[in-house]
């Protein structure tokens, strides 16, 4: 059975730092992997998917990440953290080409420092 | 485009006391997706219908929730007896449809339930 496991429930960065938020993942079949975000009081928003494609992902806002099979990982990253990307971040990994079922990991919760 | 809705977006009620949240997806997806996400953690699938029928129900607590999606478009998701363990946000997702490759999954704002 898959997993995810975000390191760290709750990451502080400066405005202009670089962002850079951990997920590792458990798989038996190649994975297919997401981050998403949540803004206070609304539902999840898809930043980027890893699909077996390109292993650096870009997504939205800024943001990129990068599949790494040997570490088993997909984290999060971007160069300037903005004040508006204070979230909650959740990394997911689906093992089912539809993403129709999707496991979240816990979530990251990102702060941003002016 | 409207986005996925859901309402009620607060609930509170007591415990033993039945609620309903209501979802509509977005138009034309013809998959929807019921989760509850505890507080402090990520999302859990409760359910997910394909149209009208319910293709994955196995983390649905049958014995107090149901659920239903009539005519294959909006769905409405019950708890009969509430319990004090059901706080959570309850998240409606809708997507195109099972078996479109990585199929991208768009939620709703949620709904808050606080039972006391």
């Known amino acids: 059975a898959q997993s995810v496991t975000q390191l760290g429930s709750h990451v502080s960065v400066s405005e202009g730092a670089l962002v850079l938020l951990r997920c590792n993942y458990s798989?038996?079949?190649?994975?297919?992997l997401f981050w998403y975000v949540q803004y206070p009081n609304q539902g999840l928003q898809l930043l980027l998917k890893?699909?077996?494609?390109?292993?650096l992902v870009k997504g939205i806002n800024g943001f990129e990440a990068e599949f790494k099979k040997s570490e088993t990982s997909f984290h999060l990253t971007k160069p300037s953290a903005h004040m508006s990307d204070a979230a909650e971040y959740f990394c997911?990994?689906?093992?089912?080409?539809?993403?129709?079922?999707?496991?979240f990991g816990s979530g990251t919760r990102l702060s941003i420092r002016p | 485009e409207a986005g996925v809705v859901q309402s009620p977006r607060y609930k509170i009620i007591e415990k033993k006391q039945p609620v309903a949240f209501w979802c509509n997806p977005i138009?034309?997806?013809?998959?929807l997706y019921w989760y509850r996400q505890n507080l402090g953690q990520g999302p859990e699938l409760l359910i997910r219908?394909?149209?009208?029928?319910?293709?994955?129900d196995s983390q649905l607590p049958k014995d107090r929730f149901s659920a239903e999606r009539l005519k294959g478009v909006d769905s409405t998701l019950k708890i009969q007896p509430a319990e004090l363990g059901d706080s959570a946000v309850y998240l409606c997702?809708?997507?195109?449809?099972?078996?479109?490759?990585?199929?991208?999954?768009?939620f709703g704002p949620g709904t808050r339930l606080t039972v006391l």
């Open positions: 997702a809708s997507s195109l449809g099972a078996g479109q490759y990585t199929d991208t999954q768009y």
């Open positions: 798989s038996s079949v190649p994975p297919y």
């Open positions: 890893y699909t077996s494609a390109a292993t």
């Open positions: 997911a990994v689906s093992d089912d080409s539809s993403a129709s079922k999707i496991i």
């Open positions: 138009s034309g997806h013809n998959t």
């Open positions: 219908y394909e149209n009208e029928e319910a293709v994955d």
